[in-house]
């Protein structure tokens, strides 16, 4: 049985908790990021790891940084085995990477070194890749640069938007976990160097990404509408007002006018012309209103002629 501090603060890092709890190890301690403001309200709101742990009577911590003594010799007096990394969102100096007897390990949700960084999941998708997976690695002062423990591997369905693809390997990564703790706690394992002429890095997203230029090529834009899912989430305007796309599909079948103009619309969706192909929208959300299908959102509303800007 080993001690473990676990750190992570989103729903990707919940699952890896839970199966650590249910194991035969004992979690000492959980690390998470500080409450943030969130909603209408701006109300503080506790992470999703936050939640779990406290569900489970185990002590939080949520320094801000490392950089003040105190917080760090809290960490080191835990004199904890095994330190287990699965999107914290802090950087982690030396001195807390070699507290642990065994180290610290990270559940990255890509197969490394393809897609180090924020983002993996993400820019898998919008890259239109054909796999991904997980990847466990022992974490040094880089950017997911430490050497591979171990990795399993994913193909991704064409039709999965970056929510899709974070369910799937939420829980790869919690099996991958509970099947490589065995090797790391028998001092067995033999760690993979990454290869850095392969390597690539999946940068945090921003809002501006998801603005749709019409003059791109309607399976592209297709595409972005899936990576963005469900944030920041695809959007464009039309009439002056903001309209998010949740969902939408490349149409060979139309011809193509000028960028952004609709072509035509039924119950199926909203036909809009791209700089090369149409894209169907399927799924939209006009500003202030919710979320709903293409046939929902105009009831008996004529868009054709329209242009999406």
Same mark, same amino acid.
């Given at each position: 049985m080993?001690?473990?501090v676990?750190?992570g603060?989103?729903?990707f890092?919940v ?8 194991s035969e190890?004992a979690?000492?301690a ?6 943030r403001?969130?909603?209408?309200g701006?109300k ?6 936050k ?6 009577d ?5 320094? @801000? +940084? ?6 760090l010799? +809290?960490?080191?007096?835990l004199?904890a085995d095994?330190m ?5 969102? !802090?950087?982690?100096p030396?001195s807390?990477?070699n507290?642990?007897?065994l180290g610290?390990i ?11 960084g924020?983002a993996?999941?993400q820019r ?5 890749d054909s ?5 466990i690695?022992?974490?040094d002062?880089?950017l997911?640069?430490?050497?591979m ?8 369905d064409?039709?999965?938007s970056?929510?899709?693809l974070?369910?799937?390997?939420k ?8 099947d490589? !703790?065995?090797?790391i706690e ?7 160097p990454?290869?850095e002429?392969l390597a690539?890095?999946a ?7 998801a603005?749709?230029?019409w003059?791109? @090529? ?6 972005e509408i899936?990576a963005f899912?469900?944030?920041p989430?695809?959007?464009? @305007?039309?009439?002056?007002k903001l309209?998010?796309?949740?969902q939408? +599909? ?10 952004g103009?609709?072509?035509d619309h039924?119950?199926?969706g909203?036909?809009v ?5 149409? !894209?169907?929208?399927e799924e !939209? ?15 008996g509303?004529n ?7």
């Amino acid at each position: 049985m080993m001690k473990i501090v676990y750190a992570g603060t989103p729903d990707f890092a919940v699952p890896a908790l839970k199966s650590l709890i249910k194991s035969e190890h004992a979690v000492i301690a959980v690390y998470t990021q500080p409450d943030r403001p969130a909603g209408r309200g701006r109300k503080l709101q506790q992470s999703a790891v936050k939640q779990c742990a406290l569900s489970y009577d185990i002590p939080v911590y949520q320094p @801000h +940084s490392f950089k003040d003594p105190i917080d760090l010799d +809290s960490f080191v007096e835990l004199e904890a085995d095994l330190m287990i990394v699965a999107a914290y969102g !802090l950087i982690l100096p030396t001195s807390i990477l070699n507290a642990p007897r065994l180290g610290c390990i990270n559940i990255h949700g890509s197969i490394l070194p393809r897609w180090r960084g924020a983002a993996p999941i993400q820019r898998a998708i919008l890259s239109d890749d054909s796999s991904t997976g997980v990847t466990i690695m022992q974490m040094d002062c880089g950017l997911d640069t430490g050497d591979m423990i171990s990795k399993q591997t994913l193909s991704i369905d064409s039709g999965w938007s970056s929510f899709d693809l974070h369910e799937q390997l939420k829980q790869l990564g919690a099996d991958l976990l509970i099947d490589t !703790l065995p090797i790391i706690e028998s001092g067995q394992i033999q760690p993979e160097p990454q290869n850095e002429s392969l390597a690539n890095y999946a940068n945090k997203l921003s809002k501006a990404e998801a603005k749709v230029d019409w003059h791109n @090529h309607a399976e592209q834009i297709a595409q972005e509408i899936k990576a963005f899912i469900p944030w920041p989430v695809s959007y464009a @305007h039309l009439d002056g007002k903001l309209v998010r796309v949740w969902q939408a +599909s490349f149409d060979s079948t139309r011809t193509v006018g000028a960028p952004g103009e609709v072509l035509d619309h039924n119950n199926g969706g909203v036909y809009v012309s791209c700089g090369d192909g149409v !894209l169907c929208i399927e799924e !939209l959300q006009f500003e202030g209103k919710k979320r709903c299908t293409a046939a929902q959102a105009l009831n008996g509303r004529n868009l054709t002629g329209s242009q999406f800007l």
